[in-house]
């Protein structure tokens, strides 16, 4: 008896260390590949960086107002895995999503999207995989950005990566939009009726209308001044 329960013991023992052996692995291969997501979005955000610089030193203004990184959280990416139907493996985080690092950049004017998504593209190691102009063509509810999927190589010390961004170029007034009807949408325990979304359609429209009104201005000011072409 006494020897039974100890050879379960040992089985025991041994079953929970392969388990825990098992997960960490699989831990270590996840936190392995967030961190080449992050160095991916390190990479853009020089990029970006980059860019403003150098074009603040030929216009005396920045086209970037501001730089948000994300990193896709687990849940969300083990939704967006079931939603995909594919099984949530540390493989197919890679192969299926393109979404897990995304950068939000914020413009000044609507022409800065253009200009820095252009500037970015013509670079020779990054390379456009998917573009949605939610700027010419805005969503059903209004929702304006121009989406880059891209994919970057990230220098290791034996290696090449390359990995997948989501790039989100957008206006200071596109991105106020976005936050607040994002705020709004997710508001817990709240119904969204039909006449809200049709409220928060026509502030889409006027957010694009200052937008408008905006570059105009710049134009002007840019005619008057300095030479209107890009870097
Ligand atoms: P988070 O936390 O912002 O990343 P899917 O990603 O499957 O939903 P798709 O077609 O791959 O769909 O993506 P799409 O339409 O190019 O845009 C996805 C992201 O754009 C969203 O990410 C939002 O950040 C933003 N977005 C798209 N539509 C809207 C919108 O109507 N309102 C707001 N505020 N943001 C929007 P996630 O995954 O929702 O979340």
Redesign the pocket.
Known sequence: MENKHSLEQQLSALFTEELAEEAQEKMHKYNKLMAYYRCAMMEVETKLNVLNEEFSLRYDRNPISGIKT?L?KLPSIQE?LKRLGVPPTIDNIEEHLS?VA?VRVVCSFPEDVYMLAKALLSQDDITLIAK?DYIAYP?E?G?RSL?LIVAVPIFLAHEKRIMRVEI?LRTIAMDFW?SL??QLRYKKDFQFTEDMAKELKFCAELSAELDRRMDALRELVQEDGKPSEAP
Do not use: F, P, V
């Open positions: 994300r896709k967006k979404d995304g949605k969503k509810n929702y989406h989100q976005a009807e994002h």
